[in-house]
């Protein structure tokens, strides 16, 4: 059976929405202490702490990634879901997991990569967006695309409000798309 990890930075409500639907997640990783971080400890999931020091121009990525290689390492992950994980990590992890490490971003991707999709969405005007379920390489926010569905801007809506409407949206696809993946991957 192949092991996931959970990769999360903030309010962990996808991974909330993973542990619900039954995945089974061997291992959740956080860059920072957060509720995703709690929800994994309160649901008996194993947890690896790699913590951020500093979010400046010193941020030695290159070496965070080798500490986050690391810490999976020991568990013998075989696929790597990052939920609102928000550390671009090195090459190196990808070249390690290669095919195996997935994302889900907040738009339809190709349009409005980076970290501020829905800001973008909504600064754009465009009257549908949604999110984007991905093989995650090296290049931010690309790579093949595994599932990818709309939701509508409604007039009125702020980031929040948009945000949480992907959101819910997400919870349902992404551990589906992950389950049907698991069926069939293989560890690396
Ligand atoms: C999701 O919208 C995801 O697309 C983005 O971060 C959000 C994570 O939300 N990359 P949460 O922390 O699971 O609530």
Known sequence: MTKLAVFVSGTG???????????????VLADRPCRGFEIAKAAGIATELVERKTYGPDFDRAAYTREVMAALEPHDIGLI??????????????DRYEGKILNTHPSLLPAFKGENAVEQALAA????????????????DAGPILAQASVPVEPGDTVDTLQERIKQSERRVYPETIKKLMSKASPV
């Open 13 to 27: 409500t996808i991974l909330e929405a993973m542990i619900h639907s039954g995945l089974e997640i061997s291992l």
């Open 81 to 94: 879901a990052m939920a609102g994980f928000m550390t671009i990590l090195s090459p190196a992890i990808f």
């Open 125 to 140: 005007g465009v009257k549908t967006t949604g999110f984007t379920i991905h093989v995650a390489t090296s290049e931010l």
